[in-house]
């Protein structure tokens, strides 16, 4: 098997991360920084299975990350805790980067107790190749079309 170049990193390792990955986050998806701030300080305390953050590190760089939050900003409230924020450097797509991710997630929330995971996304055949099925469609807030939401029993 071929040797992967990244590791994953749970925040809760690396909390002198914290910092650099809430910029990250917030490049890639244009939500405050202030609100990956307070998530990843909730992950830190460790008092709750829910929010967790995960990077995928190459040497000292941020290849991708993804997220657990109860709520990925939309209306089905009972479809939690959400998978967010997934992303991988454009340059390092195809090289297993987010599948080790979503992987590492799996693994780790059922250690914590939850075995079922949702995710909202526009992709149509991505996560199916991880064992991610579709589920039914959902409204996210201030969105006008509807999205994918995706269930995975862990």
Not at 17 to 35: D, N, S, V, Y
Not at 62 to 86: Q, S, T, W, Y
Not at 88 to 115: F, H, Y
Not at 133 to 142: A, K, N, S, T
Request: negative net charge; hydrophobic residues 35%; contains cysteine.
């Amino acid at each position: 098997m071929e040797q992967r170049a990244h590791e994953i990193i749970w925040m809760v390792d690396r909390p002198e991360l914290k910092e650099r990955a809430a910029q990250w986050f917030h490049e890639k998806w244009g939500i405050p920084l202030e609100a990956y701030l307070e998530s990843m300080e909730d992950c830190l305390t460790m008092e709750n299975a829910v929010p967790q953050w995960y990077l995928a590190m190459e040497g000292n760089q941020i290849i991708g990350g993804m997220g657990v939050i109860e709520n990925d900003f939309h209306d089905r409230k009972d479809l939690a805790p959400n998978v967010c924020a997934v992303y991988t450097e454009e340059q390092k797509r195809g090289q297993g980067v987010a599948g080790a991710l979503l992987n590492t997630v799996c693994t780790d929330m059922k250690e914590r107790g939850i075995d079922t995971l949702y995710l909202l996304t526009d992709h149509t055949s991505f996560y199916e190749r991880y064992g991610w099925e579709f589920l039914c469609m959902v409204q996210g807030d201030g969105e006008p079309e509807l999205s994918r939401m995706y269930v995975h029993r862990c």
